[in-house]
T-cell receptor, first 116, second 113 residues
Framework: DADVTQTPRNRITKTGKRIMLECSQT?????MYWYRQDPGLGLRLIYY???????NKGEISDGYSVSRQAQAKFSLSLESAIPNQTALYFC???????????????FGEGSRLTVL | DQQVKQNSPSLSVQEGRISILNCDYT??????FLWYKKYPAEGPTFLIS?????DKNEDGRFTVFLNKSAKHLSLHIVPSQPGDSAVYFC????????????FGPGTRLSVLP
């Protein structure tokens, strides 16, 4: 079983609909992230959470919200989906190294969202 | 404006030869760099990293070189194998970057048998 699990893996929806992407992890990591991937733009950070009570905006948070329900669960919501939110979304986890840097990221398999 | 650039969207290499993937960055505050590999329908997986106190880090067939003055790093794969065919992302971080990573757009490597 995957250590970082995303649901759904694929979703097609219409403009204006509310969508939730869910992420759960069994790695025991405190840090969780949501990224989106677009062709030619790489991975861009949407939101991140360093623990259950810590939520931070990333580079492209407009139009998105998140909820950290537990250490192991981090969900991403699109309150009113629009076509330019069509993308591949990745959840990731990491562990604090105790030093200056965040450790490597462990990614889920991705959720492909299409907004018509 | 992209702070981490991978100017080659794709690269094709013959099996057994060397693959060289390049990455440039603009933010001088970046001082920790990673490479991730991504296969279709899978999430990216960590490959190798380097901090700015080093200019080279090696792990088996994979070596990353860092040229701080040029703000350039490269990933060398020797010898290349068909299983190395994937998209490779360069990522950068720094103390003043909230301990988060900035990713480049990726380079698709095809290793031809």
């Amino acid at each position: 079983d995957a250590d970082v699990t995303q649901t759904p893996r694929n979703r097609i929806t219409k403009t204006g609909k509310r969508i939730m992407l869910e992420c759960s992890q069994t790695k025991g990591h405190d840090r969780m992230y949501w990224y989106r991937q677009d062709p030619g733009l790489g991975l861009r950070l949407i939101y991140y959470s360093f623990d259950v009570k810590d939520i931070n905006k990333g580079e492209i948070s407009d139009g998105y919200s998140v909820s950290r329900q537990a250490q192991a669960k981090f969900s991403l919501s699109l309150e009113s989906a629009i076509p330019n939110q069509t993308a591949l979304y990745f959840c990731a986890t990491s562990v604090a190294t105790g030093g200056t840097y965040t450790g490597e990221l462990f990614f889920g398999e991705g959720s492909r969202l299409t907004v018509l | 404006d992209q702070q981490v650039k991978q100017n080659s969207p794709s690269l094709s290499v013959q099996e057994g030869r060397i693959s060289i993937l390049n990455c440039d960055y603009t933010n001088s505050m970046f001082d920790y760099f990673l490479w991730y590999k991504k296969y279709p329908a899978e999430g990216p997986t960590f490959l190798i990293s380097i901090s700015s106190i080093k200019d080279k880090n090696e792990d088996g067939r994979f070596t990353v070189f860092l040229n701080k003055s040029a703000k350039h790093l490269s990933l060398h794969i020797v010898p290349s194998q068909p299983g190395d065919s994937a998209v490779y992302f360069c990522a950068a971080s720094g103390v003043n970057y909230g301990q988060n990573f900035v990713f480049g757009p990726g380079t698709r490597l095809s290793v031809l048998p």
